[in-house]
């Protein structure tokens, strides 16, 4: 018997048109790539009568080329630099009139200065922050429990009052005391305030008042109180996982936005969370996902760093803050302020610090001096002159700030007290906490 030819002469046999259609089919697979550039494939099938197993398709596939077209219909050539500005002088009016004004822009037409910010109401926190909150972005404070996160959203609400200002408090928690914001200096008749019945109320109260672009400040009170609607149609004790993050993860991707639009700053109270089994880094986390996390231009992390004492009681606390995250100024830079029962930060004790640091006040001994001038002998007494003139404060202030920004200088710069990030602050360990918890620091330890 002869042979049946291997190239692709006419098959004498049905056994042979079937060996034949394999061959080509395994010529015809070698160029089936998944991606070919102009091409397209089209497959055929061929069907061969087989008499030992009956009839069987095979399926080969077959390239089709396409010879792409050079130019598109009605496409302008932009070979010169006249023609590209023209091509994109067109494209951005067209843009502009599809979605609106300003949709997209030349940044050099446009004046864009430096990200506005409203003071915290601490000079050191403001220059650890790069000058304060930034305007129409997302800030968060995150810390244990009587770290002095409330105070601080406080204060930030009144300095953006006293700024002309208007602001909203969402109290999620429901325990607002007006008595004591007022005592830290806000204006409560002119203070907005919701306490919502669901996280999905708070969240869409926010949005409104920031697109209404009335309001210069919001604050969220806070995140771990944004109940779900649907935990609270559920019953207690009833398991929604993740429910929480699916709400901040899909209300962010819309606030965000109008915040930046409207020049609103939010400000989000965070609470802290320990993870369990973690043998390696810090167990502790935030409430309500990942989503605030990435959303925020600034996450700022307060601690307790130790008491404040006098007459024998504890008149205060002093806060240790660090900002984790800033895309405003360098991060990871801390800042140390004082918070003293039923007044709030002592804005006095921080504008002093921070004139010690800058060279402003220098300090002879146990006695301060602004230049030739006697301020008082140790930093209490200091601060009791400073209190009984006022104008002598502002003074100060100004002459600090003014130091700080000079010839382009760099707000954090002065300080110096930048971290890297692998370094963590030194803050109260665990069982210091505990101490201090139960009252067991030393007072000769604290200084007053």
């Not at 030992?52 to 010169?80: I, Q």
């Not at 008595?179 to 869409?204: T, V, Y």
């Not at 020049?263 to 043998?279: D, M, P, S, Y």
Request: glycine content about 10%.
């Amino acid at each position: 018997m002869v042979a049946p030819s291997r190239g692709l002469a006419p098959c004498s046999s049905p056994l042979a048109m079937q060996r034949c259609a394999q061959r080509l089919a395994h010529q015809a697979s070698r160029f089936s790539a998944p991606v070919i550039r102009g091409r397209s494939l089209s497959r055929e099938s061929f069907l061969v009568s087989n008499p030992y197993d009956g009839a069987r398709s095979f399926t080969t596939p077959t390239l089709v080329c396409h010879a792409r077209a050079t130019k598109e219909k009605g496409s302008v050539p932009v070979d010169s630099a006249d023609a590209k500005a023209s091509a994109l002088d067109h494209v951005m009016k067209e843009i502009n009139s599809r979605f609106g004004k300003n949709s997209i822009m030349l940044l050099g037409d446009n004046k864009f200065g430096e990200v506005r910010t409203t003071p915290s109401g601490a000079l050191t926190l403001d220059i650890a922050l790069g000058g304060g909150y930034p305007v129409g972005r997302i800030v968060e404070i995150l810390g244990p429990e009587a770290s002095g996160k409330t105070t601080l959203a406080l204060h930030a609400m009144a300095e953006v009052q006293k700024r002309g200002g208007a602001v909203a408090l969402i109290d999620a928690e429901h325990a607002f005391d007006p008595l004591f914001a007022k005592r830290l200096g806000l204006d409560i008749g002119r203070l907005f305030l919701c306490q919502p019945d669901s996280g999905e109320m708070a969240l869409e109260v926010a949005d409104s008042l920031m697109r209404s672009g009335a309001v210069d400040m919001v604050a969220v009170d806070s995140v771990a109180a944004l109940v779900p609607r649907a935990e609270l149609e559920g019953e207690i004790g009833q398991t929604q996982i993740g429910s929480q993050a699916r709400l901040m993860s899909s209300a962010l991707r819309k606030i965000a936005g109008n915040a930046s639009r409207h020049a609103c700053t939010l400000l989000f109270i965070n609470q802290i969370r320990h993870k369990v089994g973690v043998i390696f880094g810090s167990p502790e986390t935030t409430s309500g996902g990942m989503a605030l996390k990435y959303y925020a231009s600034v996450r700022l992390e307060v601690r307790p760093k130790e008491k404040i004492m006098a007459d024998g009681e504890q008149a205060g606390i002093k806060i240790k803050a660090k900002c984790t995250k800033n895309k405003v100024a360098p991060p990871y830079r801390i800042a140390e302020f004082d918070i003293m029962f039923g007044s709030g930060i002592n804005g006095a004790g921080c504008v002093l610090d921070a004139a010690e640091k800058v060279g402003v006040v220098i300090r002879r001994g146990a006695y301060y001096y602004l230049g030739e001038e006697r301020l008082g002998q140790g930093r209490e007494k200091t601060l009791e002159t400073l209190a009984e003139r006022p104008e002598l404060l502002s003074h100060l202030e100004e002459e600090t700030r003014q130091v700080l920004t000079k010839g382009g200088h760099a707000v954090g710069d002065a300080f110096g007290e930048a971290s890297s990030s692998e370094e963590e602050p030194e803050f109260l360990s665990e069982a210091d906490e505990g101490e201090a918890e139960a009252g067991g620091l030393d007072a000769e330890a604290v200084q007053p």
